[in-house]
T-cell receptor
């Protein structure tokens, strides 16, 4: 069965510090991978998605970047954090298909920028 | 512009009191509509996928239905453990990479 991991689970970082959040998927190959941010515990905002190694699409211009160095690894980074970067970050994966495909989410990382 | 609107924002029910959550969507060609459950501090958990108008899916006390403009999540005789935020999302035909557009969610609270 497939499993998705995220770490760390919680993170408190000062403004201006760098960020690296990691997501890995087990039990599947060549998945689509996604990074979302959820503010105030409600709607999810898609930040980045990737359909393959080294292929990153950005949805929202911002202070963050993403990379996919391996097939089942997705990394979210920032060189200098802003207060507005605080939130709940979720990684998700889906299979590649021409039809409707659901996404499966990881446990999330709670980021607080102080 | 593709859009998903969920109502109500919050719903409080007594145990056993059935009700429905609404998800209205605007999309240029629907590939699929998805329902998720999210518990506080956790990632969303997939519940249902609906593909075409008239389709229904059931799981325990939950039943999801789909029309051309909206979807309903019916909760029959809810229990306190059904308390969670329920998220609706749509996937458009032309979207690359299987992207989902989420609504803001409905926070359901079921009191014993």
């Amino acid at each position: 069965s497939q499993t998705i991991h995220q770490w760390p689970a919680t993170l408190v970082q000062p403004v201006g510090s760098p960020l690296s959040l990691e997501c890995t998927v087990e039990g599947t190959s060549n998945p689509n991978l996604y990074w979302y941010r959820q503010a105030a515990g409600r709607g999810l905002q898609l930040l980045f998605y990737s359909v393959g190694i080294g292929q990153i699409s950005s949805e929202v211009p911002q202070n963050l970047s993403a990379s996919r160095p391996q097939d089942r690894q997705f990394i979210l980074s920032s060189k200098k954090l802003l207060l507005s970067d605080s939130g709940f970050y979720l990684c998700a994966w889906s299979v590649m298909s021409g039809g409707p495909v659901e996404q499966y989410f990881g446990p999330g990382t709670r980021l607080t920028v102080t | 512009e593709d859009q998903v609107t969920q109502s109500p924002e919050a719903l409080r029910l007594q145990e056993g009191e059935s009700s429905s959550l609404n998800c209205s969507y605007t999309v240029s060609g629907l590939r699929g509509l998805f329902w998720y459950r999210q518990d506080p501090g956790k990632g969303p958990e997939f519940l249902f996928t609906l593909y075409s108008a008239g389709e229904e899916k059931e799981k325990e006390r939950l039943k999801a239905t789909l029309t051309k403009k909206e979807s309903f999540l019916h909760i029959t005789a809810p229990k306190p453990e059904d308390s969670a935020t329920y998220l609706c999302a749509v996937q458009a035909i032309y979207n690359q990479g299987g992207k989902l557009i989420f609504g803001q969610g409905t926070e359901l609270s079921v009191k014993p």
